[in-house]
């Protein structure tokens, strides 16, 4: 054993032969704990020990799923008391609600109504510590990553957590010997459905959470392998810091929990610890006070009893707040049944007649049964416990005393119990609720160093995700091409479609200018006013146009030849040069604005545009105006004419630097 594991670290680890080094606590040799089946751990501990904070409080809890069939209410005022370093088993037949609880702990889900306090915070807020380190949670189903190998997994967690690498190599070797799980170069995807889940198990503890969350870990576990762990937790819980909440199917494997709740149709039927309930009825073996209990709850139905709960302190919890449905969904069993049921668990008439003697009161409290089975009602309440603090705000309701509304209510509301102080509370109950609050502000920090911590699980945990995101990528070449490839191609594809201007679009030219253009057509030089000007102007006009390579231009003899191919979607539009264009632009050089109407009119160009594709189209019109522009500047100063004069009135800067938008 390290010298660190012997004084206490940060992180505790696992020691070589299988035992559990928490801080500062010498590990005790997993093989010296009997085995539960022969020889039940003993787990209980004197008073003077006993926790005092609850690590998770539950009550009044309502959760509905609403699906195609309707709705269904899964949780229904479901309370529960989880006391600091204790285990503590949830049991119920399968649907009534127990991964829905525990979901809700985690924060994975959120109740419709109710409470849930991890660490005397709502989880979500920092000061429940859930989601993060002090949680371990081990879901039903499978969520691990199967492209990683065992290892992987671990190490992923390990840095999600701000573990060390060496901490995290020694609580792994650990893990991988106690769970017996494959070499740990085994991908998870190569695994059978128990492996994984011991491998779920394995990431559950691998950080040593203060809290444990595991839904079915011992499901399809040899027996023997099932034993190892209880006892681990066993010694997990023994340190007082830890604290176990467990949901099983092996009912007698409970026995060995501090707590057992009973879940029944989204209820807990009892609540309390196993010692206690075989005591109180009269039981050897807890399926049958399981059988009992059930019994009991279908002849509460039949009495159409109130629905309310007991909670650890042995009070009934009547329906506070909430506008609860039928129990509807429960199955209920025939008389036949039911007889045969109660011979065979060696259950008396007058036995099972007792357990029907739970009747409602008329202020909607239980009256007194042997369903609440660990009524505490007469003990003295000690302020300095915070479990009786919720028993109390809850009795004064339940006598009628202030109404319905939850005591409670204010201060969960604002997510942290510390914040808050109720005068309207008897003195008693705000003391012992500050004395509570005062328990758990203990962890507080200060902004500085929660802001340091927060940043620095921030980095752990996008660490963690970087390195999984890359090794996944790399495990998978195809999404990894496809991550790559796709975004560029997909750029390539937009810059050729859209970031560059058209070419090549087919454009009708006819020109009456000249007969047989196609031919004749002789590009002018010099200016266009001297005599010994030749060739057509529209032939000059059509060259500048050319130069922009944009347009591929094709001579029509007609017009109605250029409007067909248009229709015929040949061309993108056609352009008419009028009869004598040449000369009416040349008397229109030399008279200016004295030039005749019918020269002003011959010296103009028609355009017809194609309108199909608005994007061509305003290229093209962008195009012939630009053109144009370029050209009577050009021929202007052929002739030694200042360029204004012969443009168009109209001054647009194509070539100039753009001007953008400010934001
Ligand atoms: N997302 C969901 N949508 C609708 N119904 C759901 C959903 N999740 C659970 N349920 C239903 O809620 C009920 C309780 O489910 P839950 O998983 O909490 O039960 P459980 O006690 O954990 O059962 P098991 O022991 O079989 O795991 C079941 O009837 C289930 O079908």
């Known amino acids: 054993m ?23 606590i010498l590990p005790v040799s997993s093989s010296k704990l009997p085995g539960w089946d022969r020889d039940f751990v003993q787990i209980g501990m004197s008073e003077s020990e006993a926790p005092k904070k609850n690590a998770v409080v539950v009550r009044s809890a309502y959760k509905q799923y609403k699906t195609r069939q309707g709705t269904n209410v899964v949780l229904h005022n479901f309370n529960m008391t989880v006391k600091e370093g204790t285990i503590y088993s949830l049991l119920g037949s399968s649907g009534c609600g127990k991964t829905t609880i525990l979901s809700c702990c985690v924060g994975v889900k959120a109740l419709d109504s109710g409470h849930v306090l991890i660490n005397g915070a709502e989880p979500g807020t920092r000061a429940s510590g859930v989601p993060g380190k002090h949680v371990g949670y081990m879901p039903q189903d499978i969520a691990l990553y199967g492209e990683f190998s065992i290892r992987e997994v671990l190490q992923y967690y390990g840095r999600m957590y701000g573990m060390s690498s060496s ?23 190569s695994l059978s459905g128990g492996q ?101 709850d279908n002849c509460d139905e039949d009495n159409e009893s109130s629905s309310d709960s007991t909670t650890t302190d042995g009070s009934s919890v009547p329906t506070i707040t909430l506008p609860l449905p039928k129990k509807s969904r429960w199955k209920k069993i025939s008389e036949k049944e039911r007889h045969s049921a109660m011979n065979a668990f060696n259950l008396s008439p007058e036995k099972e007649g007792s357990t029907c003697s ?103 945990r996008i660490y963690a995700m970087s390195h999984k995101n890359i090794v996944i990528l790399l495990r998978n070449i195809l999404l990894l091409l496809f991550m ?32 047989n253009s196609l031919n004749n057509c002789v590009v002018p030089s010099g200016c266009l006013t001297t005599d010994n000007f030749t060739g057509s102007v529209s032939c000059l006009f059509l060259d500048y146009l050319k130069k922009h390579d944009i347009l591929d231009l ?68 962008k195009l ?17 004419v200042d360029p204004v004069q012969t443009d168009l009135p109209l001054y647009v800067r194509y070539n100039e630097p753009k001007i953008w938008h400010n934001s």
């Not at 807990?268 to 009825?281: F, I």
């Not at 109720?422 to 609050?437: G, H, I, Q, W």
């Not at 012939?624 to 021929?635: A, P």
């Open 358 to 460: 739970s009747t409602s009161n008329n202020d909607g409290s239980v009256a007194q049964s042997d369903v609440v089975i660990n009524n505490n009602s007469t003990e003295k309440l000690d302020p300095t416990c915070p479990e009786q603090v919720v028993g109390l705000a809850y009795t004064k309701v339940e006598n009628g005393a202030e109404g319905k509304a939850d005591p409670l209510q204010p201060c969960f509301d604002r997510g942290y119990l510390s914040d808050c102080s109720d005068s309207n509370d008897s003195s008693a109950s705000a003391a012992m609720r500050r004395k509570l609050a005062l328990e758990y502000s203990h962890e507080e920090n200060s902004m500085k160093t929660n802001l340091k911590n927060s940043v620095k699980d921030s980095f752990n």
């Open 484 to 515: 790559v490839f796709v975004p560029a191609s997909q750029i390539v594809v937009i810059c050729l479609a859209i970031g560059q201007d058209p070419r090549g679009l087919h454009f009708g030219v006819v020109n009456k200018d000249i007969a």
């Open 196 to 296: 994984k889940r011991r491998v779920s198990f394995a990431v559950a503890l691998i950080h040593s959470p203060k809290l444990l969350i595991l839904d079915e870990p011992t499901v399809g576990v040899d027996p023997l392998l099932r034993q190892s762990i209880w006892n681990h937790l066993v010694k997990l819980v023994s340190t007082g810091k830890t604290t176990v909440i467990i949901t099983t199917h092996y009912i007698e494997e409970a026995r060995q929990s501090h707590t057992i709740g009973l879940m029944r149709g989204g209820r807990l039927l009892a609540e309390d610890s196993p010692e206690l309930l075989l005591k109180q009825h009269n039981a050897t073996l807890l399926e049958d006070i399981v059988l009992k209990l059930c019994l009991q």
């Open 624 to 640: 012939f105006f630009k053109t144009f522009h370029e050209f009577t500047k050009n021929v202007s100063e052929e002739c030694g």
């Open 2 to 24: 390290s010298d660190a594991t012997k004084m206490g670290t940060d992180n505790p680890t696992y020691e070589d032969d299988g035992a559990f080094a928490p801080p500062g």
């Open 167 to 189: 901490t995290v190599a020694k609580n792994m070797d650990f893990l991988i010997a106690f769970l017996a799980l494959p070499k740990p170069d085994r991908r998870i995807d």
């Open 554 to 621: 094709k001579i029509y003899e007609s017009e109605a030849d250029a409007v067909e191919s248009v229709k015929q979607a040949t061309d993108w539009g056609y352009m008419v040069f009028p009869e004598n264009y040449t000369l009416h632009m040349r008397e229109r050089a030399i008279f200016g604005i004295h030039a005749e109407p019918a020269v002003i009119y011959g010296s103009r160009i028609k355009f017809r545009l194609d309108q199909s594709n608005l994007q061509i189209y305003r290229e093209n019109a």
